[in-house]
């Protein structure tokens, strides 16, 4: 099994940089993502990661330390439309691509 | 335009009626999911199928079925549904040669 853990909310001023922590425990571990999911629509893919590092892609960051079982997305250069959910999720073989997901983090950008 | 297709958007059903939501891609994915989202709680997995003629359960099964009869169609059928089971449902799909999983619209359910 696995546990995700991820804040439930957070808020940051447009321009600004907000950093959404997630830690997870898992019997198998195949790599993590990270979803943005605005409101009465369905996940999109942000980010991927499957080795220890950063990922940067535009404004946004993802990074993973699989020995402490701990990732972070970066959101940098904060825009209104930013506001949304955004979800951690883990995948656990390579032989399996289900994906368990966490509660999410709501993100409020104000201006 | 490629892509997984959920319907019906959204249902009011009574209890312990029947209902099956469908769901399509036409990506040729070999797996296929359903997670349903409450607030609070996230995507939970109710079944998924790794590859046609083949399903398994996830976190929260109860009360629901599956069948993969083809590559491009994974239904999800509530028997009798119940309350508890209004949630929004989301299908998925994915495969070794995507890193994602690509999600569908959604379906809104509420049982009364």
């Known amino acids: 099994g696995q546990n995700i853990d991820q804040p439930t909310e957070m808020t940051a001023t447009e321009g600004a940089i907000v950093q959404i922590n997630c830690t997870y425990q898992t019997s198998g571990f195949n790599g993590l993502f990270w979803y943005q999911q605005h409101a009465g629509e369905a996940p999109t893919f942000l980010s991927y990661n499957v080795l220890d590092g950063l990922e940067e892609k535009g404004r946004f960051s993802s990074f993973l330390s699989r020995s402490k079982g701990y990732s972070y997305l970066l959101l940098k250069e904060l825009q209104m439309k930013d506001s949304a959910s955004y979800l951690c999720a883990v995948r656990h073989r390579s032989n399996d691509y289900k994906l368990s997901f966490g509660a999410g983090t709501t993100v409020t950008v104000r201006a | ?112």
Request: proline share 4%.
């Open chain 2, 1 to 112: 335009i490629a892509g997984i297709t959920q319907a019906p958007t959204s249902q009011i059903l009574a209890a312990g009626r029947r209902m099956t939501l469908r769901c399509t891609q036409d990506m040729r994915h070999n797996a296929m999911y359903w997670y349903r989202q409450d607030l609070g709680l996230g995507l939970r997995l109710i079944h998924y199928s790794n590859t046609a003629g083949t399903t398994g359960k996830g976190e929260v099964p109860d009360g629901y079925s599956v069948s993969r009869a083809n590559t491009d169609d994974f239904p999800l059928t509530l028997a009798s549904a119940v309350p508890s089971q209004t949630s929004v449902y989301f299908c998925a799909s994915s495969d070794s040669l995507s890193t994602e999983a690509f999600f569908g619209q959604g379906t809104r359910l509420t049982v009364v």
